[in-house]
């Protein structure tokens, strides 16, 4: 969630970075035992939906109509952000903050009624497609249904009125349309898991992505965590959240270290050595099952920090391959990234979507199957393990592979301005591979040569035995 200055965003990075600068809290990797994750998550592929730009109608129904194009993309499960009453208090712009709250368990009357929803997700399942929604539980709008009969279900300002919502030190943000919920309420706790079961029960949501999960006491997760899945065990859990703390309760967090790092890469401002640094703190750091969401755009991105043609030029593409190819990677694709869309879209109003751009969709789809097909790219621990190869592409070229049984894929990027072609050793699997966008065979020693486009990617695989 960002709505003008994202504070408890600013405040999560930099613990985040400061946690890897001096390694992982002592308690880390050994006293963290990651929640599983259900059977169907093990390759899928995150697709972010925002109804509201989505369609000119901005509804469910309408959406309903486009879960072909989505099933023709290839994702597995739809993040479908806050579909809930917005608030009318302190509202920012025409329509609001998706992430102001009004009631946790109605329906934004601008998407339809609650059947509309329901008939929506309905269809999703029929495609095969798991559908998540973002929950919002670190605050609600300022006249949301608990306010006036539970005002202690908040936290207070010294001279008695509510505050707004606060970051992880505990200051107050110019997130002046929400309120900060209390978690020292034991009351309040009990009303939220109540308010998720719902979804759960009313609708058949398969899980929740957490907005600002590290502003909720992490005591809560695990207590949310114990009570829906024993309604539903097969639930997932993504948290806004960077830490392998966090995955005692959720199944994947945020890779915003990742994210900025490609940023940094795609416009020349690091070398692609930092990502040695970068992967190595991971796999000592967190759980072996830990899912960690990848991307290189999302709805706060786009909106707050611009779209990927502007952060990474050209780029974009071989960061989107790193990001959906590295170990533990459960890669997310947001609403418009398909229809190369060179737009912020405006946060508190209506901007649709302009479907007409030139299509990545082949790209996607594309990259998808090859994650689908291949286990060595699955999620987690499900995945392969990740082997960097050494390469003479100086600071701009990074090669790996992923390896699990028989199944090896070859990940060579290049962010350089000219085509590169590099020198390879170290291969630990040499033998027949198939590029997997051209199709053409290739015998590979454990040393050789590799063509690299310019601000492009190489992507080969062991032929099937």
Known sequence: MKNVVHPVLVVALALAANACAHGPAPSAPAAIVAAPAPA??????????????????GTFAALQRHLPRLDSLGVDVLWLMPVQPIGIVNRKGTLGSYYSIRNYTAINPEFGALSDARAFIDAAHRSGL?????????????????????PDWYVHRADGSISNARDNEGHETDWTDVAELNYDNPAMRRAMIADMRWWLDSL??????????????NDFWAEARRALIAVRPDLFMLAEAEGPQYHAAFNATY????????????QGKKPVSELDAYFTRQAQTYPPNAYRMYFTSNHDENSWSGTEFERMGANHIPAFVLAATARSSWPLLYTWQPASLHKRLRFFDKDTVDWNGPSLSPFYRAMFDLKHGNSALWNGAYGGDQRKLTTSGGDRVYAYTRSRGDNTVLVAVNFGDVPSRVSYRDLAHPGAYTDW????????DATGVLDIPAHGYRLLVTLAH
Request: aromatic letters at 14%; hydrophobic letters at 40%; charged letters at 20%.
């Open 40 to 57: 169907w998550s093990r390759s899928a592929v995150l697709y972010e939906v925002n109804v509201r730009q989505y369609t000119p109608e």
């Open 130 to 150: 798991k559908v998540i929604l973002d929950w919002v539980p670190n605050h609600t709008a300022f006249d949301h249904v608990w306010i006036a009969p539970h």
């Open 204 to 217: 058949g949501v398969d899980g929740f992505r957490a907005d600002v999960a590290g502003g909720v006491p």
């Open 255 to 266: 890779g915003w270290e990742l994210h900025h790092l490609l940023n940094e890469i795609a």
């Open 437 to 444: 966008f051209d199709k053409r065979t290739y015998t590979l």
